[in-house]
């Protein structure tokens, strides 16, 4: 059993990646918060929405995913990492094959994670996932 | 390294990402700070996203010759304006600090974003900046573009 905040952090994200369970290391009144304003921003609060809402919109869009800890510190209960998130669309198109950076930052509690606040490229998510463009204003 | 020196390490380590946000304060205010005072000569400085304005900057000689002639001009000035730092979370010569900002673009729509940034110290300066942020905010509002 992970027992630090930090390897907590590295467990979850350890599931993630090789098909583990990761709700059991998020507390069931979690809140997951996606930084910007693309259709899979906003503040999830509790499993029914971040299931419900943010991961299955995400599997709309995402046909993989693959997170990769780059940087982790934290001396207490909330930790900040550095996260290289890559992967492939359902449109079959690669994302972040560069290995850019993403902050993210984690709130643990007793061996739960209590809160998670990403900052993804939104203008990746915008461009890669629902295809859209940038076009100047008239 | 001992528990003190860790923790010593830290605590500069913070105390320098502070003064940073200091001198961006003083400098917005007209002060006549240079508000990079704290960035190392060979800085690695990187804005995230797929902007215009993003990338990676290495050192202090091209952030002054290359962003910021490129970005001072599309930035709106007013009171107000500003970095305003929430939570630093830090370890060693790391330091990740939560922000929000308030801003404007030239024609002052407000740009007011939500910021991760990332800051590691050597030597009482600051080595690595990440500008971590909603990359599709700024490219709408400062670039003037609608999505598609």
Redesign the interface.
């Known amino acids: 059993m992970p027992s630090s905040p930090k390897d907590v952090v590295r467990e979850f994200v350890a599931r993630l990646n090789d098909g583990g369970d990761p709700w059991t290391l998020l507390s069931a009144t979690a809140v997951v918060t996606i930084?910007?304003?693309?259709p899979l921003?906003g503040r999830y609060p509790g499993f029914a929405l971040i299931r419900g809402i943010l991961v299955d919109s995400a599997r709309i869009v995402i046909a993989s995913l693959k997170v990769r800890i780059d940087?982790l510190?934290?001396?207490g209960p909330?930790?900040?990492a550095?996260l290289d998130l890559s992967g492939r669309s359902v449109a079959g198109t690669a994302f972040n094959a560069e290995g850019?950076?993403?902050?993210?930052?984690f709130a643990v509690n007793a061996g739960m994670i209590e809160e998670v606040?990403l900052?993804p490229?939104?203008?990746?998510?915008?461009?890669v996932l629902y295809g859209?463009?940038?076009?100047?204003?008239v | 390294m001992s528990e003190n020196s860790a923790a010593d390490v830290t605590a500069q380590s913070e105390r320098v990402v502070r003064q940073f946000f200091v001198d961006l304060k003083a400098a917005l205010n007209g002060e006549g700070i240079n508000p990079y005072r704290t960035m190392a000569g060979d800085v690695e400085f990187v804005v995230t996203g797929q902007t215009p304005l993003s990338g990676r900057w290495n050192g202090l000689g091209e952030v002054m010759e290359d962003f910021l002639p490129k970005a001072s001009p599309l930035m709106g000035r007013a009171a107000g304006h500003g970095l305003f730092p929430l939570e630093f979370i830090a370890e060693g010569n790391r330091v990740a600090v939560l922000a929000r900002g308030r801003g404007s673009n030239v024609l002052g729509m407000p740009y007011n974003n939500t910021y991760f940034l990332w800051f590691e110290v050597q030597d009482g300066m600051i080595t690595r900046y990440i500008e971590d942020f909603d990359s599709s905010l700024a490219w709408r509002i400062i670039f003037r573009v609608h999505l598609e």
């Open positions: 930084n910007g304003t693309t921003s940087q510190i934290g001396t909330r930790v900040a550095l850019r950076l993403c902050g993210c930052v606040i900052f490229d939104t203008s990746l998510i915008e461009i859209r463009k940038y076009v100047p204003d």
